[in-house]
């Protein structure tokens, strides 16, 4: 069964550069989630989408943005990065709705150096 | 506002040991409640999940059940094997689309 696409697995970037991540969420899930995990925390949401339109927000920084296309990939862009922002980023995908499973890709792993 | 308390870990346990991790929640009306895994260096997988009250999710020997009363959504494995080693996520999800909020995680070891 298809699962949630991310890319790059791995990224690594300098100090005030950017930084692109990509999800494909399974097909016909109409809600995305980005994720953030520092090593050894829990994930904390960073933003989502239902119908490509921006539904929630959480703790993300005025530095990033997201958005959903057409096709129903999301992209989470990162400018001026900070050594902090190295961490594990998940997207992941679901159904609307109070019970259903969201399904999470593996990760894309940002190291800032 | 929502949230999810889990114990600390690690938890060591030696297999076929009982598992017990705790969690308790704080969310205004009635949340879905979900246990999720992650393995080293893979994403979060969900393990059981329970949408009301005295339900009970299971899956692959774990157990939790939904307790209103006590606001509490306890994980629990009667014997646990090496391969259950992971960090345990207790999640809620109070309203439709909204994002699951997840605790600290608990990291299970199990040796032989």
């Known amino acids: 069964a298809a699962g949630v696409i991310q890319s790059p697995r791995h990224l690594i970037k300098e100090k005030r550069e950017t930084a692109t991540l990509k999800c494909y969420p399974i097909?016909?899930?109409?809600?995305v989630y980005w994720y953030q995990q520092g090593p050894g925390q829990d994930p904390q949401f960073l933003i989502s989408?239902?119908?490509?339109?921006?539904?929630d927000k959480g703790s993300i920084p005025d530095r990033f943005s997201a958005q959903q296309f057409s096709d129903y990939h999301s992209e989470l862009n990162m400018s001026s990065l900070e050594l902090g922002d190295s961490a594990l980023y998940f997207c992941?995908?679901?159904?609307?709705?109070?019970?259903?499973?969201?399904?999470f890709g593996q990760g894309t792993r940002l190291t800032v150096v | 506002g929502n949230s999810v308390t889990q114990m600390e870990g690690p938890v060591t346990l030696s297999e076929e040991a009982f598992l017990t991790i705790n969690c308790t929640y704080t969310?205004?009306?009635?949340?879905?409640l979900f246990w999720y895994v992650q393995y080293p260096g893979e994403g979060l997988q969900l393990l059981l999940k329970?949408?009301?009250?005295?339900d009970k999710g299971s899956n692959k020997g774990f157990e939790a059940t939904y307790r209103k009363e006590t606001t509490s959504f306890h994980l629990e494995k009667g014997s646990v094997q090496v391969s259950d080693s992971a960090v345990y996520f207790c999640?809620?999800?109070?309203?439709?689309?909204?994002?699951?909020?997840f605790g600290k995680g608990t990291t299970l070891s199990v040796s032989s």
């Open positions: 969310a205004t009306g009635y949340p879905s």
């Open positions: 329970a949408t009301k009250a005295d």
């Open positions: 992941a995908s679901s159904v609307r709705g109070r019970d259903t499973e969201a399904f």
């Open positions: 989408f239902y119908e490509k339109m921006q539904s």
């Open positions: 999640a809620l999800r109070n309203q439709a689309g909204t994002a699951l909020i």
């Open positions: 097909p016909r899930h109409d809600t």
